[in-house]
């Protein structure tokens, strides 16, 4: 089993940044997909973005311009690098890593950090 660990949440103004960070318990590079969802109050969990062990980047297209997830592979870290945040960015963010064992596709989630934008 995967573990990840996430961190760097906590509360910002509008127009503010924050980087979350997920440690994963293994090399990332035996990870296929590693990515961010996030769930706000009443809401499903929606995809950010995610990246493979290719290094191939996907984002959800309205968060695009504001978000970037990248990678140390050395720290077996996926980072999510946001800016310009918004109140409508407030939510429960969570890593996900996804691979395929025993013909299976499994799931993996942190505990996930919550980003609060208020003024």
């Known amino acids: 089993q995967v573990q990840l660990v996430e961190s760097g949440g906590g509360l910002v103004q509008p127009g503010g940044s924050l980087r979350l960070s997920c440690v994963a318990s293994?090399?990332?590079?035996?990870?296929?997909?590693m990515g961010w969802y996030r769930q706000a109050p009443g809401k499903q969990r929606e995809l950010v973005a995610t990246?493979?062990?290719?290094?191939?980047?996907n984002y959800v297209v309205s968060m695009k311009s504001r978000f970037t997830i990248h990678r140390d592979t050395a720290k077996k870290t996926v980072f999510l690098q946001m800016i310009s945040l918004k109140p409508e960015d407030t939510a429960v963010y969570y890593c996900?890593?996804?691979?395929?064992?025993?013909?299976?596709?499994?799931?993996?989630w942190g505990q996930g950090t919550q980003v609060t934008v208020s003024s």
């Open positions: 996900n890593a996804r691979r395929v064992e025993n013909y299976r596709v499994n799931d993996y």
């Open positions: 293994e090399n990332i590079f035996t990870i296929p997909m």
């Open positions: 990246i493979t062990s290719g290094g191939d980047i």
